[in-house]
């Protein structure tokens, strides 16, 4: 059962625009909320983060929003470059475990 | 700094057979992590440690095995390859537990079972 949904694979954008990113959840238990990003043949690399007690973080061009009571997340590229085309994965940890969503793949189109 | 290294990047192995990923990190984080990563799956947590001489499991353990005899080194086994276990594996490892910092990853090992 996925704990962790990313239901767009993919997103295009144009550059200077904003890229939306979203994430949903299942489970109440989460306490802190995580974005990586990846790029082709790289590991994982943090990105920004939320804590449940806040609903928005904020630093630069990213932005993630937390709304509880729908067990969503998302991140805001605000503009986007080329440079973060790339694929995003939302993570949620509890314990010593992190759950990964499926990942979405932005390209920033110049 | 290496930050998280994995040995080797890519390997074939045919199936029956058996190998060792090797994760280093130079951090001196207490906590490691492997996981594995296929299309539409996202990352999934196979084995975990949290110091040195402990393993735990995750979500997906079966098929594999781990040690931590030190500090800086998480070994990843599989005793017999099967097609199923093809994938990229990616090690991590963080100071604290992680519900509360960030994972460092390494660059990965594209594994294929024939």
């Known amino acids: 059962d996925q704990q962790v949904k990313q239901n767009s694979p993919s997103l295009s954008v144009q550059e200077g625009r904003i890229s939306i990113l979203n994430c949903d959840y299942t489970?109440?238990?989460?306490?802190?909320f995580l974005w990586y990003k990846k790029y082709p043949a790289e590991g994982p690399t943090f990105l920004i983060s939320i804590s449940s007690i806040k609903d928005k973080n904020e630093d630069g061009r990213f932005t993630v929003f937390l709304n509880k009571s729908a067990k969503h997340l998302s991140l805001h590229i605000v503009p986007s470059q080329p440079g973060d085309s790339a694929v995003y994965f939302c993570a949620l940890p509890t314990g010593n475990q992190f759950y990964f969503g499926t990942g979405t793949s932005l390209t920033v189109i110049p | 700094n290496a930050g998280v290294t994995q040995t080797p990047k890519f390997r074939v192995l045919k199936t029956g057979q058996s190998m060792t990923l090797l994760c280093a990190q130079d951090?001196?984080?207490?906590?490691m992590y492997w996981y594995r990563q296929d299309p539409g799956m996202g990352l999934r947590l196979i084995h975990y440690s949290v110091g040195e001489g402990t393993t735990a499991k995750g979500e997906v353990p079966d098929g594999y095995n781990v040690s931590r005899l030190k500090k800086q080194n998480f070994l990843l086994g599989l005793e017999s390859a099967a097609p199923s276990q093809t994938s990229v594996y990616f090690c991590a490892s963080s100071y604290l537990p992680s519900g509360v910092n960030e994972q460092f990853f390494g660059p990965g090992t594209r594994l294929t079972v024939l």
């Open positions: 951090m001196n984080h207490e906590y």
């Open positions: 489970n109440s238990m989460f306490d802190y």
